[in-house]
């Protein structure tokens, strides 16, 4: 344990003192389940197995409950709840509904020192590419720190026609090639897999051909969109390795939360299963996510790592590789460097935390991880959920009543951690109409300046 512990110091404080490029691909909607790695054989996601297959796969990676809290920790290496980012930007509202929740900003506040201006004070190139969702053009990425940025929308291009996932590969491309001989921070990211589901006639005429998986929904405009972003994936990888660089960059390939499994129609996108719930919920299937981490030479090729790790995590790691500085206390994620070194090692903290004081797929609700022990605490009636996810992964079995202890302490952790981060709460409805309920109406979000 010594020896190994010895040799992952070494190649850390090597791969800081060469100040590696980092490479994030984002993707958006993508379900734990989506992919081959994961055990589905619908979809083909050979890249995305390769990219596992050379570096480490995490099984128990989480992310936010919807995009835009999870896009405003990975900026900003702190929980969404300490902005208010607590659902999408600018977020809906149930005007008759038991609870009235907190409005949502509409950015993430310029102050916030993200993870592109840490860096690029320390010499780093920056290049953001894809969807942002964290405010409009007087809050974009150029202007949080992302020397070079582009923001885009939807699957396909306006005019003409091209996808929207080719082009920020090439954008992703041109970056790589232009800046390989200085350190690089690189995020792209995707709207696939995202409704609404397109694709290109080609591919969806291929997963039309294909026999469905038994107990998946198996949709080929899904299968075909998700291909779309493997093959991203793949070049991007493929122009590392072209240059030499893949002892020098870290990819590592997330989603911005879990898989979204009914639009708000009812129509069927995909299946998080053996994972409970989908995105907007704070069950596994919404917040865990597919994550893989290559850096050749450096992280083990074929690791699994099964320590819980959060996307809040990205920046702290990060600025840990680039050998900068952070002030105590200004990140609330941890480094991920000692789980990518050794998979089996064990990562400083005891707790992860969530915050949905919204109506989306499921009522306003917050939910911890303690080791293998998941709270969740729903808002509307005190009601609380219990799961030991290593036996139960499906959060099938709600032990609140058989572990009251646990329960009771768990409750009180979550909300002092609520406190700590001064998480927005939802109060009584006046308006409250049992018989419309679900009814959505316009949104109340604030700006703040």
């Known amino acids: 344990m010594l020896r ?81 980012i607590t659902q999408h930007i600018p977020g809906h509202k149930r005007p008759f509904a038991k609870l009235s929740d907190p409005p949502v900003p509409l950015q993430l506040p310029l102050e916030v020192e993200t993870v592109a201006e840490r860096l690029g004070a320390a010499g780093y190139a920056t290049g953001y590419f894809g969807k942002w969702h964290l405010g409009g053009e007087d809050h974009s990425p150029s202007l949080q720190g992302w020397q070079t940025a582009e923001e885009t929308k939807g699957s396909t291009r306006p005019g003409g ?4 996932a080719a082009y920020l590969t090439g954008k992703a491309v041109e970056f790589i090639k232009r800046h390989q001989d200085k350190p690089f921070l690189l995020q792209v990211s995707h709207h696939a897999v995202h409704i609404p589901l397109t694709t290109t006639p080609e591919l969806l005429a291929k997963y039309q051909r294909k026999t469905p998986m038994p107990g998946y929904p198996s949709r080929p405009e899904y299968a075909g969109l998700l291909d779309e972003l493997d093959q991203s994936l793949g070049r991007i990888v493929e122009t590392v390795d072209s240059l030499g660089l893949g002892g020098k960059t870290l990819i590592l390939f997330l989603s911005d939360n879990g898989g979204l499994e009914h639009e708000q129609s009812g129509t069927v996108v995909t299946s998080n299963a053996p994972l409970r719930g989908e995105k907007g919920t704070l069950y596994e299937g919404g917040v865990r996510i597919p994550a893989i981490a290559r850096w050749t030479g450096r992280i083990p090729a074929g690791g699994i790592c099964r320590m819980p790790a959060i996307t809040t995590d990205f920046h702290a790691t990060a600025a840990e590789l680039a050998g900068v500085d952070v002030p ?43 080791g ?13 959920e219990l799961y030991h996810l290593a036996d139960d992964p499906g959060e099938k079995r709600n032990l609140a009543q058989a572990e009251t202890q646990r329960a009771a302490s768990m409750r009180q952790a979550l909300h002092d951690w609520r406190q700590s981060v001064g998480a927005l709460m939802p109060v009584p409805n006046p308006g409250h109409d049992p018989a419309r309920a679900g009814e959505l109406g316009k949104t109340g979000a604030r700006r703040k300046k």
């Open 328 to 370: 105590a206390g200004a990140l609330d994620g941890i480094s991920l460097l000692p789980v990518l070194m050794d998979p089996a090692a064990a990562l400083p903290r005891a707790s992860l935390f969530w915050h949905l004081p919204h109506y989306h797929h499921s009522t306003p609700a917050g939910a911890m991880r303690q």
């Open 4 to 84: 190994s512990l010895f040799f992952a110091a070494i190649a850390f404080h090597t791969a800081v003192a060469e100040k590696p490029n980092i490479i994030l691909v984002l993707a958006d909607d993508l379900g734990w389940a989506d992919i081959g790695c994961q055990g589905n054989t619908f979809n083909e996601t050979p890249n995305m197995d390769r990219l596992a297959a050379q570096g480490v796969r995490f099984t128990d990676f989480y992310a936010g409950p919807v995009c835009s809290p999870t896009r405003a920790n990975l900026q900003s290496g702190r929980d969404q709840a300490r902005y208010g």
């Open 372 to 384: 293998d022990w998941k709270l969740i605490e729903f808002f509307e009636d005190d009601r609380l």
């Open 161 to 164: 026609g091209e996808r929207t």
